[in-house]
């Protein structure tokens, strides 16, 4: 069992959260939002650098929290902004002077490890997902691999969000097991009139989700195509670079009048709440956050299972886990949900049990302060010494 640790209790220490994107607020945005809210609250100084000058930093600072926005911190591989963000980052990284940097997505990763490493702060990185998975990998997925490779020593400590994400760690020799610490996401409870009712009929579906990949979108509107003759509607949450071919789709299924585009959206959980089944199709995950969201509102859940999905939704108990990409099985898998109230209303009751009992947020905040605190006390080794590690594993000591 993960140890746990109160954050109120101890040293109050200097708390660096770093990730790439303020663009969208996805599940690693919310994490570092409400964790970096928990941990301020309980008294420690929190900072988080973030690149761009999106909708993120806005939400950040309603929740009282401080934001250092990185200009030429981009997802985008760009050498010369690399380079300026590096410096960006390096220097307002020396003026909070933290304790600790945990750092969030890929490019935050890699920066942060390089720069924790040069500063000799302890460097905690958080894998919300790999870039790359199981199996044949592509050309951009080796080079994300490499990059993971070369830069994982550098970190202190690996906080995987499933234990999924810590074996493919493993698999393509990131770090060994014992630089990896799991702690699921979780997400702080919310009001009685946020609750969802799933009998309620005809259902309506709901998918929260950037339209871009590895989302998966497309595969769900195919298989609607195949119910047309059952009473449904469906709301799409998102927006991105593919609603072109979402829109598409949703013309040459025949479903225009029976799928709403809602955009990006801030009032998800009352989107949730007035749904009565939640749908995540996508080709790769971590653990994603918008299933705890479903969960938590009482929602069963249909979804991809791959990546860390499976130690969230159990399948037949708190909702249904399909292949990627397969219609057939996502369509078969819908029929009876869209069909019986009372097996929704089962799945969904169940679903918000389980996220009660496994994925309350206090215990999630003291989870992950104990990694935190545990990180900052070891230090951070020199470069020779992170690198003799990882040649002679069982040595750092």
């Known amino acids: 069992m993960t140890p746990e640790r109160d954050p109120a209790v101890g040293p109050r220490r200097r708390v660096a959260f770093v990730i790439t994107r303020s663009d969208s607020i996805g599940g690693a945005q919310l ?4 964790l970096a809210r928990a941990l301020g ?7 988080v650098f973030v690149g761009g000058d999106g909708p993120f930093i806005s939400r950040l600072r309603e929740a009282g929290v401080s934001v250092w926005p990185i200009p030429d911190l981009v997802r985008e591989i760009d050498p010369a902004a690399e380079l300026r963000g590096l410096a960006q980052l390096r220097t307002a990284l020396r003026a909070f002077n933290p304790d600790l940097i945990t750092a969030h997505s890929t490019k935050a990763g890699w920066l942060a490890r390089v720069i924790g490493t040069a500063m000799r702060i302890p460097v905690l990185f958080t894998v919300h997902g790999w870039l790359f998975t199981s199996g044949k990998l592509s050309a951009r997925q080796q080079v994300a691999r490499l990059a993971e490779c070369s830069t994982g020593p550098l970190a202190d400590r690996l ?24 702690v699921h996401n979780s997400l702080p409870d919310n009001a009685d009139s946020l609750r969802a009712d799933p009998s309620r009929s005809p259902p309506r579906l709901v998918m929260v989700a950037r339209f871009d990949y590895p989302k998966d979108p497309i595969t769900l509107i195919h298989a609607l195509g195949q119910l047309r003759e059952l009473a449904w509607t469906c709301e799409l949450i998102g927006d991105g670079p593919d609603r072109p071919k979402v829109e598409a789709a949703m013309r ?27 749908l995540l199709l996508s ?3 971590g653990f994603p956050i918008s299933i705890l969201e479903a969960m938590r ?14 130690e969230a939704v159990i399948d037949g108990e708190t909702g249904k886990l399909v292949p990627p990409a397969a219609v057939p099985e996502l369509a078969a898998a819908l029929a009876p949900l ?3 109230p009372e097996l929704r209303q089962r799945l969904g009751a169940a679903g918000r049990a389980r996220f009660v009992a496994e994925f309350g947020f206090e215990t999630h905040v003291r989870r992950a302060w104990a990694v935190y605190a545990e990180v900052i006390e070891q230090g951070s080794k020199s470069l020779p010494a992170k ?5 002679m594993p069982g040595t750092e000591n």
Request: proline letters at 2%; aromatic letters at 4%.
């Open 338 to 340: 869209i069909t019986q």
């Open 387 to 391: 690198l003799w590690s990882r040649l």
């Open 159 to 182: 906080m995987a969000v499933s234990e999924h994400d810590k074996q493919i760690g493993i698999e393509h020799g990131v770090a060994r097991a014992s630089a990896f610490s799991v």
């Open 297 to 310: 509102a009482g929602l069963p859940v249909v979804a991809s299972d791959v990546g860390g999905i499976a």
């Open 252 to 278: 040459e299924a025949g479903l225009a009048s029976r799928i709403e585009l809602l955009g990006t959206r801030d009032d998800v959980p009352q989107r949730l709440a007035a749904a009565q089944v939640f």
């Open 31 to 34: 994490h570092v939002l409400e």
């Open 41 to 47: 609250q309980a008294g420690h100084a929190v900072a």
């Open 283 to 285: 080709m790769r995950e």
